[in-house]
């Protein structure tokens, strides 16, 4: 299981960083990516990060603002994100592969099968 913690509301340009903490199991076995999705709306991939190695992947809309890390002494996930902008609104996921030790993350994300997902956290933009 995932606790999602870190958003809030934020001016344009303005940065937060988000953390998925992981309880139950070791982050660094999973590849783990994060996504947002607002009620009625499709789930999009931000950003992904490979199971035992530190190789990610970005969606071309948050590329160069966003960051994702792994802290695996705290068992975290991090997703940095820099020069918020409006569109950027919307509730915040992260969610491991289903498969132990995969490389999805430079493979097929943002597609796969993902568990773990956590309770989410609401960004806010204002403009």
């Known amino acids: 299981q995932f606790v999602e913690s870190g958003g809030g509301l934020v001016q344009s340009g303005g940065s937060l960083r988000l953390a998925c903490k992981a309880s139950?199991?070791?982050?660094?076995?999973?590849?783990i990516g994060w996504f947002r999705q607002a009620p009625g709306n499709e789930r999009e991939g931000l950003a992904c990060?490979?199971?035992?190695?530190?190789?990610?992947n970005y969606a071309n809309s948050v590329k160069g603002r966003f960051t994702i890390s792994r802290n695996n002494a705290n068992n975290t996930v991090y997703l940095q994100m820099n020069n918020l902008k409006p569109e950027d609104t919307n509730v915040y996921y992260c969610?491991?592969?289903?498969?132990?030790?995969?490389?999805?993350?430079?493979?097929?994300?943002?597609?796969?099968?993902?568990?773990?997902w956590g309770q989410g956290t609401q960004v806010t933009v204002s403009s």
């Open positions: 969610a491991a592969d289903w498969r132990p030790y995969s490389d999805i993350c430079t493979t097929i994300f943002p597609k796969g099968r993902y568990e773990y």
């Open positions: 990060i490979n199971s035992r190695s530190y190789s990610t």
């Open positions: 139950g199991f070791t982050v660094d076995d999973y590849s």
